[in-house]
C-alpha cells in the first residue's frame, strides 16, 4: 500500500513541476539529489566537481521535463541525464582517454569473480584510483547496467575498445583487491 502511494505521489510531484510550481520543484529535487550526487560520483572524483555535474543534471531535468511521458521509470530518466552530464564533464576535462586495443588479453570478456572481504569504501577508492576511461566503461558496465554497444555511442568509441576497456579496468581491480587482500591476511 505504502509503495502505491509513494507512485502517486511521484506522479503528483512531476505533474507539478511540470506545471511550473517552484515548491514541486524542490520537493522533486529533495527526493532525488541524493542518489543522483552518488550517480555522478562514481564518475567524478572530486565530490565538489560531482556536485556541480548533480545541479547542471537537475537543470537540464526541469527544463526537459515535459518530454517525460510517465513511461518507464522516472528516476532511470534522472539517472541517464546525470550519467551524460557526468561524461560531458570528463570529456570537458580531457580526462576520457581510451586505449583502442583490438586484443583481449586471453580472450576472455569476464574477470572470474573476486572473493574479497573489503569494504565498500575501500572498494570506490579502488575504482576512483583507475584511470578515467576505463572507471566510465567499468561504471557503465557493472554499475548502470549498459551494454557495449551503448557505451560505445554514448563515448564515442568502438565496441570493441569498451570491450577492451572493461577488462583492463576488472583486471587492475582483481590486483588491487589481490594484493590489499595480501597485505591484509598476509597471504602470498
Same mark, same amino acid.
Given at each position: 500500500?505504502?509503495?502505491?502511494?509513494?507512485?502517486?505521489?511521484?506522479?503528483?510531484?512531476? *505533474?507539478?513541476?511540470? @506545471?511550473?510550481?517552484?515548491? +514541486?520543484?524542490?520537493?522533486?529535487?529533495?527526493?532525488? +539529489?541524493?542518489?543522483?550526487?552518488?550517480?555522478?560520483?562514481?564518475?567524478?572524483?572530486?565530490?565538489?566537481? +560531482?556536485? @556541480?555535474?548533480?545541479?547542471?543534471?537537475?537543470?537540464?531535468? #526541469?527544463?526537459?521535463?515535459? /518530454?517525460?511521458? #510517465?513511461?518507464? /521509470?522516472?528516476?532511470?530518466?534522472?539517472?541517464?541525464?546525470?550519467?551524460?552530464?557526468?561524461?560531458?564533464?570528463?570529456?570537458?576535462?580531457?580526462? =576520457?582517454? #581510451?586505449?583502442?586495443?583490438?586484443?583481449? @588479453?586471453?580472450?576472455?570478456?569476464?574477470?572470474?569473480?573476486?572473493?574479497?572481504? =573489503?569494504?565498500?569504501?575501500?572498494?570506490?577508492?579502488?575504482?576512483?584510483? =583507475?584511470?578515467?576511461?576505463?572507471?566510465?566503461?567499468?561504471?557503465?558496465? *557493472?554499475?548502470?547496467? &549498459?551494454?557495449?554497444?551503448?557505451?560505445?555511442? =554514448?563515448?564515442?568509441?568502438?565496441?570493441?575498445? /569498451?570491450?577492451?576497456?572493461?577488462?583492463? +579496468?576488472?583486471?587492475?581491480?582483481?590486483?588491487?583487491?589481490?594484493?590489499?587482500?595480501?597485505?591484509? &591476511?598476509?597471504?602470498?
Amino acid at each position: 500500500m505504502r509503495l502505491v502511494s509513494l507512485h502517486k505521489n511521484y506522479k503528483s510531484v512531476i *505533474a507539478r513541476t511540470k @506545471e511550473g510550481n517552484r515548491k +514541486a520543484q524542490q520537493e522533486l529535487y529533495e527526493l532525488f +539529489a541524493p542518489k543522483m550526487l552518488s550517480v555522478c560520483r562514481q564518475y567524478i572524483y572530486r565530490e565538489d566537481i +560531482a556536485e @556541480e555535474v548533480m545541479l547542471t543534471g537537475f537543470l537540464k531535468v #526541469f527544463t526537459y521535463l515535459n /518530454s517525460y511521458k #510517465f513511461e518507464g /521509470s522516472f528516476e532511470g530518466w534522472i539517472r541517464r541525464i546525470m550519467v551524460n552530464e557526468s561524461i560531458t564533464q570528463l570529456r570537458k576535462d580531457k580526462k =576520457l582517454l #581510451f586505449e583502442d586495443d583490438n586484443s583481449l @588479453e586471453n580472450s576472455k570478456e569476464h574477470v572470474a569473480y573476486i572473493e574479497t572481504e =573489503l569494504e565498500v569504501e575501500e572498494i570506490q577508492k579502488m575504482i576512483d584510483a =583507475l584511470p578515467d576511461g576505463y572507471k566510465t566503461v567499468f561504471v557503465l558496465y *557493472a554499475v548502470e547496467g &549498459y551494454k557495449h554497444s551503448e557505451i560505445a555511442e =554514448l563515448l564515442q568509441i568502438s565496441e570493441n575498445t /569498451s570491450k577492451t576497456q572493461l577488462f583492463k +579496468a576488472r583486471k587492475m581491480l582483481q590486483n588491487k583487491m589481490n594484493q590489499e587482500n595480501k597485505i591484509r &591476511y598476509g597471504t602470498h
